[in-house]
């Protein structure tokens, strides 16, 4: 994971709250195998209009999203995180985010800050008067200024020190492994083991056909 | 000391307290698998070298992307289909147990654990699909994890979390009959909204809750991620303990003597605190529907639709404008005169066996509107078996419905069963977001009994609007299940 400590790249005002991630990447996305080249399915539903942000030239290359509250709730999907880096965005704002995509954003590196609502307002109205404005994330700081606005983010301590480390979570915790061998030995043995496999009998299933 | 039941799960997990606002490294019993969510997680393990640690704490199945149709043939869909060769591949290169298409113990992964007897109570459970937490429902803290934490938990079989906060939701009283456990938890929502959990761990409590069936229980545990909560849990008792007792995975022997001694300790201590704490009243609840586009736009079906202008809160007003143009709804108009397209019946929600009971008493000997279709399709293969063995499979034929294969189907719609632009749904599933199941379609989560009204009547109905004889009985409330409608056939899911 790349180090992060500070980014400056257009903002992009998205005025809409409880944007779930079934509207970040559309569950048709989510058939590749790959963990690159999603960009185009980001906000799949929405790019076709004219209107929406993305498509304002001003906009287009965006990097930092300023977004309403509740920003990647449902799905666990990793592909909404994926999809925002793969366009080129580098941190998301919100007044709130689902745990799981904020979970998900810190494992890969996009900084998800939490911004006071009326300081979202604020970001909003540089953003939208004068489109293209770019906008400055210090996570050392926890700062994002457009223009005159500055505005102070959230995030926790651990989540930043790994993205300003470029740390990555694996090898963290195979620093542990003892301590993890140590737990197993004593593992009760009621607790199940899905090996070897234990079913009930196996039973031809016949397939449903269209109706006609 | 005294903790709340997620407190003592969590702490039996410990493998390393985290110090100076590291996280604490929790142990993983269980690890489900499907294929949407695992291919970069073992392209990961690859790419770095690594094994899958505990294969014998993994398994996988095939759900989201499967057919519900002519699942002997090869799926058309090339990107499906190689979404699940991958997990195919994966599964026998890495060593971890599989249940394909086809296998008898395939379908929905959360229909899987439990009636395998693998998901058990004091277990920590997770699976790269947010519904995870339809395990809690045995006293499990189960929760839904990203691809990276899904590597993470192949390569290490922990998870390094911060700890949760932990909201009880005490439901007192009694359902009133047509009222199931759906409506209790789309109140819930609609109660606390799409953000009100975030950062906790539910624990669902109170007597309305103690009478559900573990069905019912897996039901209002589903959602709670609909109520931005990591996970949801409800204590485990002897209701929980009969369920599990001769499944395949249950302790057996003196194993399980000790498993359900253990087990008895798994509730919130009388002197333990939550860090919030909602109650509702079971007395109050009557069938809910959404009528918008997130979980927590959701009301009475004896409401009207909302009438933004009523609105104070601005947020509030903006998203409820949006969500009625998409869903193209009247404000103010009655909700039970909205017309249905298509009734789904099926998902990790209210797929299983005692879902397909209850709409199959209600549904018995009659004929669905002319104006929509009807899709029944159970979450797994084992259920599909039971209900056919019930004889369910020929009344909802009868009734005109379409009686498919095991897996997630429309509520995602990453197969083709999908709705068309504008079509609207009435489904049991769990989320109603702009194009969820099918690009512009239009979605009314609601609770099973409401499906199979409303496919009666083609408009959102209830049993209220029915001419039920008064002695069916369609739903079990003393923590029983439902009786299969020929008692002659064993229970096996």
């Known amino acids: ?212 | 000391m005294a903790g709340t039941l997620a407190e003592k799960v969590w702490d039996a997990h410990l493998v390393r307290r985290g110090t100076d606002g590291s996280p604490d490294l929790l142990y993983i019993d269980l690890h489900l698998i499907h294929e949407v969510t695992s291919p970069q997680a073992f392209e990961g393990l690859r790419l770095a070298g690594r094994q899958v640690r505990r294969p014998d704490l993994t398994i996988a199945t095939e759900d989201h992307n499967t057919p519900t149709l002519d699942i002997d043939l090869p799926i058309a869909d090339l990107t499906s289909r190689t979404q699940i060769d991958t997990l195919r591949n994966n599964a026998k290169e890495f060593g971890v147990r599989i249940h394909s298409l086809g296998d008898a113990d395939q379908g929905i992964v959360h229909q899987v654990g439990p009636q395998l007897g693998l998901t058990m109570p004091g277990l920590t459970v997770v699976c790269g699909d947010s519904h995870t937490s339809t395990h809690g429902a045995f006293g499990a803290l189960a929760f839904g994890i990203g691809t990276s934490e899904v590597e993470h938990v192949l390569a290490t079989q922990t998870l390094p979390l911060a700890p949760f906060k932990t909201m009880a939701i005490t439901v007192n009283g009694e359902l009133p009959p047509g009222a199931t456990s759906k409506d209790i938890i789309l109140a819930i929502i609609a109660k606390i909204g799409t953000g009100g959990g975030q950062g906790y761990v539910l624990e669902y409590r109170g007597e309305a809750i103690r009478k559900l069936t573990m069905e019912a229980r897996m039901t209002v545990c589903n959602m709670s991620i609909e109520a931005g909560a990591r996970a949801g849990m409800i204590a485990p008792d002897e209701t929980t303990f009969e369920y599990l007792k001769g499944r395949p995975h249950a302790p057996e022997g003196a194993d399980w003597d000790a498993a359900v001694e253990y087990w008895k300790t798994l509730k919130t201590d009388d002197d333990a605190t939550f860090d919030e704490e909602v109650v509702l009243e079971a007395a109050d609840l009557e069938p809910f529907i959404t009528w918008g586009t997130n979980p927590g736009q959701g009301l009475p079906l004896s409401a009207n639709v909302p009438v933004p202008a009523e609105i104070a809160d601005e947020n509030e007003r903006v998203a409820a404008e949006r969500a009625i143009e998409y869903m193209g709804l009247t404000p103010g108009a009655p909700l039970r005169h909205i017309a249905i397209d298509t009734v789904f019946i099926g998902s990790c929600t209210n797929g299983r066996i005692e879902d397909l009971r209850s709409v199959a008493k209600v549904v018995q000997g009659k004929k669905k509107a002319d104006s929509l279709r009807v899709l029944v399709v159970p979450a797994s293969a084992r259920v599909r078996l039971q209900a056919e063995a019930e004889g369910l499979d020929q009344i909802f034929l009868d009734f005109g419905a379409e009686w498919r294969n095991a897996g997630c189907s429309m509520c995602l719609g990453m197969n083709p069963d999908q709705l068309a632009p504008g079509e609207r749904s009435a489904s049991t599933s769990n989320r109603n977001f702009e194009g969820r199941q099918g690009k512009g379609g239009r979605t009314h989560l609601v609770s099973p009994l409401v499906a199979a009204a409303t496919a009666i009547r083609g408009t959102l109905s209830s049993l209220a609007d029915l001419d039920l004889p008064a002695d069916v009985d369609i739903t079990s409330f003393d923590g029983t299940p439902l009786a299969p409608l020929d008692p002659r056939v064993p229970l096996q899911v």
């Open chain 1, 1 to 212: 994971m790349e180090k992060f400590t500070t980014h400056t790249g257009v903002g992009v005002p998205l005025r809409r709250s409880n944007v779930d991630t079934d509207q970040i990447i559309p569950a048709v996305y989510l058939k590749r195998v790959t963990r690159t080249g999603f960009e185009d399915a980001l906000f799949a539903a929405w790019r076709g209009d004219p209107a929406f942000v993305l498509n304002q030239p001003a906009y287009t290359s965006g990097s930092v999203l300023v977004a309403g509250p509740d920003f990647g709730t449902g799905s666990s999907r990793e592909h909404a995180v994926w999809a925002l880096k793969d366009y080129g965005f580098k941190v998301v704002l919100a007044s709130r985010f689902a745990d799981i995509f904020r979970g998900n954003s810190g494992k890969q590196g996009l900084v998800a800050g939490i911004v006071a609502q009326e300081d979202i307002e604020l970001l909003w109205k540089v953003l939208e008067t004068k489109p293209g404005t770019e906008v400055t994330v210090d996570l050392v700081e926890r700062t994002a200024t457009a223009d005159d606005v500055v505005v102070r983010f959230q995030i926790d301590d651990y989540t930043r020190w790994r993205l300003m480390e470029g740390l990555d979570d694996i090898g963290l915790t195979l620093q542990h492994e003892e301590d993890i061998t140590a737990f197993e030995q004593t593992r009760a043995s009621w607790r199940p083991r899905t090996l070897p496999a234990k079913h009930l009998p196996t039973v031809e299933i016949e397939a449903a056909r269209p109706s006609a």
